[in-house]
């Protein structure tokens, strides 16, 4: 069912990002201008859904680049990728509007476990791609958001509802790489939960007003 994310009110109390313990960051940033940013990096396995306006991600490197239309597809980006974005607002109310969830390392890595081959045809994924937006990824994506705005939600019942988002984004073809062997993800074990805090929270920032580049 295309668009079936469009009769969803996506939103959050106050606007105000929500960050989960070793689990997952999420937020809803709404932009006004056409926003650049020539090098946007996304940490963590990250998926953004655009509700309002037009979002394009290209890789300066390989020449790649994905559209992502409100409210038709939903955009998958694997940890560790640097791409270009412009934000282009639209719709009714002439904004750029997205959900955007970032993924604790542990997720993917726990998802391969649960399904050894995911690993093998996760190393083939490309850094980013775009995914037609139906009512069962609705669904799912829904039930995360709400569970993870929703305090009274325990941590336990929120990485259900992510792994199950993961096992609907394999039934549909796509897996995000673990980060397990990573640089990255070595680095925030050794370095410790806040640093892994002020990383997603210095991601959802940047994406909310598109001021930070990547030298």
Request: overall charge neutral; aromatic content about 6%; charged content about 20%.
């Amino acid at each position: 069912m295309a668009g079936g994310g469009a009769n969803l009110a996506w939103s959050l109390p106050a606007g105000a990002p929500v960050w989960r313990h070793g689990l997952c960051g999420l937020a809803q940033p709404r932009l006004e201008p056409p926003q650049h940013t020539p090098r946007f990096l996304f940490h963590e396995a990250t998926l953004v859904l655009a509700v309002a306006g037009r979002l394009q991600l290209e890789d300066g490197s390989s020449g790649s680049a994905v559209v992502a239309e409100s409210p038709t597809s939903l955009l998958l980006v694997q940890p560790a990728t640097c791409a270009e974005l412009v934000k282009t607002p639209g719709g009714a109310e002439q904004r750029f509007r997205s959900v955007l969830l970032t993924l604790s390392a542990d997720l993917p890595d726990a998802f391969h476990r649960i399904r050894p081959p995911a690993e093998v045809e996760a190393a083939a994924a490309p850094a980013f791609r775009q995914m037609p937006w139906d009512g069962d990824l609705a669904a799912s994506l829904r039930h995360v958001v709400d569970g993870a705005a929703n305090v009274r939600i325990s941590d336990e019942r929120l990485r259900y509802r992510l792994m199950d988002l993961l096992a609907a984004l394999a039934e549909h073809g796509h897996l995000f790489r673990a980060e397990r062997q990573g640089t990255s993800g070595r680095l925030r074990t050794l370095i410790g939960e806040a640093t892994t805090r002020r990383s997603m929270c210095a991601s959802m920032f940047c994406w909310s007003t598109s001021a930070c580049t990547t030298p």
